[in-house]
């Protein structure tokens, strides 16, 4: 997969980018806080996308390509995410349609930034609702405000918690963990059947 640096205001992030011949949309997915575009959902994610002719972007976030591994605050990663979109929508992305997402902290982001985006969809990997045993510090707004509809695929005992469906949104419960990493199948075949409806 060809990789280019693009410039943010908060350094440069790194896109891993695989352009399929003739696709008709793009899928642009973010990494959790402490990991980074190589965790086994986001490999399987990339690979539905692509079995259904989307271009497939992997985004690492410019904290990480600094080889820090605590996350930079909300906002600048907000700001490295929309700014890597823009750059890759007058080039690699011009005139396709547009799918946002990533696991955990990069499921945050693409909610947040929905809009700014352009995103038409977004798709949530492991949504980290809350922290553990803390129901009470819920992100359930983040989801809420996305316009567009929303795949969440979430392990069955996140200890981060379980997003409920909304009217623009299906939540899919697969077995495991945040990890994501004890049914892949099953998450294949999620994302393989919500990215069909697409076209």
Same mark, same amino acid.
């Given at each position: ?47 539905? $996308? ?6 497939? $972007? ?15 605050? $909300? ?7 929309? $700014? /890597? ?36 969809? /977004? ?77």
């Amino acid at each position: 997969m060809p990789v280019v640096d693009v410039d943010t205001p908060h350094g440069p992030a790194r896109v891993h980018l695989n352009k399929v011949r003739g696709a008709g949309g793009a899928v642009v997915l973010g990494h959790g806080a402490g990991g980074g575009v190589n965790s086994r959902d986001l490999t399987a994610a990339a690979e539905a $996308a692509e079995a259904e002719r989307f271009t497939v $972007a992997l985004v690492e976030q410019p904290y990480r390509v600094a080889g820090r591994r605590s996350p930079a605050p $909300a906002a600048q990663l907000d700001a490295a995410w929309t $700014a /890597v979109i823009a750059e890759l929508r007058k080039g690699a992305l011009r005139r396709l349609l547009l799918v946002t997402g990533g696991r955990s902290s990069g499921a945050r982001v693409a909610c947040r930034t929905a809009a700014a985006t352009g995103a038409s969809r /977004v798709l949530c990997l492991a949504f980290p609702l809350h922290p553990p045993g803390r129901p009470e510090k819920s992100r359930q707004d983040e989801l809420d405000q996305v316009a567009v509809p929303v795949l969440v695929v979430q392990g069955e005992s996140d200890p981060f918690g379980m997003p409920p469906p909304g009217p623009n949104r299906k939540v899919i419960p697969i077995a495991g963990n945040h990890s994501l990493r004890s049914d892949v199948e099953a998450m294949r075949t999620a994302i393989s059947e919500w990215l069909a409806e697409v076209r």
